[in-house]
Protein backbone atom coordinates (compact mmCIF):
# COMPACT_ATOMS: atom_id res chain seq x y z
CA UNK A 1 0.00 0.00 0.00
CA UNK A 2 1.15 3.49 -0.39
CA UNK A 3 -0.04 7.07 0.49
CA UNK A 4 0.59 10.03 -1.58
CA UNK A 5 0.50 13.46 -1.16
CA UNK A 6 0.73 16.13 -3.19
CA UNK A 7 2.24 20.35 -2.84
CA UNK A 8 3.04 23.07 -4.93
CA UNK A 9 0.11 24.22 -6.05
CA UNK A 10 -0.90 27.75 -6.11
CA UNK A 11 -1.96 30.76 -8.16
CA UNK A 12 -0.02 31.73 -11.16
CA UNK A 13 -0.80 34.26 -14.29
CA UNK A 14 -1.43 33.03 -17.90
CA UNK A 15 1.97 32.26 -18.87
CA UNK A 16 3.80 31.20 -15.85
CA UNK A 17 4.75 27.95 -14.76
CA UNK A 18 4.37 25.63 -11.46
CA UNK A 19 5.73 22.40 -10.92
CA UNK A 20 3.82 19.75 -8.39
CA UNK A 21 4.99 17.61 -6.39
CA UNK A 22 3.87 14.09 -5.01
CA UNK A 23 5.53 12.46 -1.98
CA UNK A 24 4.78 8.76 -1.50
CA UNK A 25 4.85 7.50 1.65
CA UNK A 26 5.32 3.20 1.52
CA UNK A 27 7.73 0.54 0.22
CA UNK A 28 8.41 0.07 -3.35
CA UNK A 29 7.47 3.32 -4.84
CA UNK A 30 9.35 2.15 -7.76
CA UNK A 31 7.03 -0.76 -8.43
CA UNK A 32 4.03 2.03 -9.03
CA UNK A 33 3.04 3.58 -12.66
CA UNK A 34 2.25 6.64 -11.71
CA UNK A 35 0.15 9.17 -13.27
CA UNK A 36 -1.63 12.99 -12.85
CA UNK A 37 -5.19 13.41 -13.21
CA UNK A 38 -7.12 16.99 -12.83
CA UNK A 39 -10.74 18.33 -11.95
CA UNK A 40 -12.17 21.30 -12.94
CA UNK A 41 -15.03 22.72 -11.47
CA UNK A 42 -18.17 20.96 -13.04
CA UNK A 43 -16.17 18.58 -14.77
CA UNK A 44 -15.06 15.03 -14.77
CA UNK A 45 -12.04 14.38 -13.35
CA UNK A 46 -9.53 14.29 -16.74
CA UNK A 47 -5.86 12.24 -17.32
CA UNK A 48 -3.22 14.43 -17.71
CA UNK A 49 0.38 12.64 -17.65
CA UNK A 50 1.56 9.06 -16.80
CA UNK A 51 4.51 7.55 -16.40
CA UNK A 52 6.06 4.02 -16.44
CA UNK A 53 7.72 2.44 -13.30
CA UNK A 54 11.46 3.30 -14.27
CA UNK A 55 10.90 6.92 -15.87
CA UNK A 56 11.76 5.77 -19.40
CA UNK A 57 8.27 5.79 -20.96
CA UNK A 58 5.62 9.00 -20.41
CA UNK A 59 2.24 9.76 -21.97
CA UNK A 60 0.63 12.77 -22.37
CA UNK A 61 -2.86 14.21 -22.75
CA UNK A 62 -2.84 16.26 -25.51
CA UNK A 63 -3.64 19.35 -23.99
CA UNK A 64 -0.66 19.28 -21.95
CA UNK A 65 1.93 17.57 -24.55
CA UNK A 66 4.50 20.10 -25.02
CA UNK A 67 3.72 22.52 -22.23
CA UNK A 68 4.04 19.62 -19.15
CA UNK A 69 6.88 17.08 -18.28
CA UNK A 70 6.43 14.13 -15.85
CA UNK A 71 9.11 12.83 -14.14
CA UNK A 72 9.80 10.78 -11.18
CA UNK A 73 13.50 10.47 -8.63
CA UNK A 74 12.61 6.71 -7.37
CA UNK A 75 14.99 7.18 -5.05
CA UNK A 76 13.34 10.02 -3.10
CA UNK A 77 9.43 8.28 -3.74
CA UNK A 78 8.84 11.33 -5.53
CA UNK A 79 7.19 12.47 -8.93
CA UNK A 80 7.03 15.67 -10.52
CA UNK A 81 4.72 17.72 -13.04
CA UNK A 82 6.39 20.42 -14.38
CA UNK A 83 3.61 22.79 -15.91
CA UNK A 84 4.69 25.66 -18.30
CA UNK A 85 2.90 28.31 -20.53
CA UNK A 86 -0.02 27.72 -18.09
CA UNK A 87 -3.38 28.98 -19.59
CA UNK A 88 -6.80 30.04 -17.46
CA UNK A 89 -8.14 26.36 -18.77
CA UNK A 90 -5.64 24.40 -16.73
CA UNK A 91 -6.72 25.65 -13.72
CA UNK A 92 -8.38 22.39 -11.71
CA UNK A 93 -7.30 20.50 -8.80
CA UNK A 94 -4.48 18.12 -9.60
CA UNK A 95 -3.93 14.34 -8.21
CA UNK A 96 -1.25 11.95 -8.29
CA UNK A 97 -1.90 8.60 -8.68
CA UNK A 98 -0.22 4.81 -8.54
CA UNK A 99 -0.70 1.44 -10.00
CA UNK A 100 0.54 -1.82 -9.37
CA UNK A 101 -1.25 -2.87 -12.84
CA UNK A 102 0.52 -3.08 -16.18
CA UNK A 103 -0.57 -2.12 -19.59
CA UNK A 104 -2.58 1.30 -20.38
CA UNK A 105 -1.42 4.60 -17.84
CA UNK A 106 -4.07 7.06 -19.75
CA UNK A 107 -7.00 5.70 -17.84
CA UNK A 108 -7.98 6.36 -14.24
CA UNK A 109 -9.07 2.77 -14.17
CA UNK A 110 -5.88 0.90 -13.33
CA UNK A 111 -4.95 3.43 -10.66
CA UNK A 112 -5.81 1.97 -6.96
CA UNK A 113 -4.00 4.73 -4.50
CA UNK A 114 -4.81 8.68 -5.19
CA UNK A 115 -3.94 11.32 -3.37
CA UNK A 116 -5.98 14.50 -2.11
CA UNK A 117 -5.62 16.70 -4.69
CA UNK A 118 -3.39 20.09 -5.04
CA UNK A 119 -5.38 23.39 -6.48
CA UNK A 120 -4.05 25.14 -9.54
CA UNK A 121 -5.22 28.27 -10.39
CA UNK A 122 -4.29 29.96 -13.37
CA UNK A 123 -5.51 33.90 -13.79
CA UNK A 124 -6.16 35.47 -17.27
Known amino acids: QVQLVESGGGLVQTGGSLVLACTANGRNFRTYGMGWFRQAPGKEREFVAAITRTGTGTIYAPSVKDRFTISRANAGNTLYLQMNSLKPEDTAVYYC?????????????????WGQGTQVTVSS
Open 97 to 113: AATKAYGELNSATPYEY
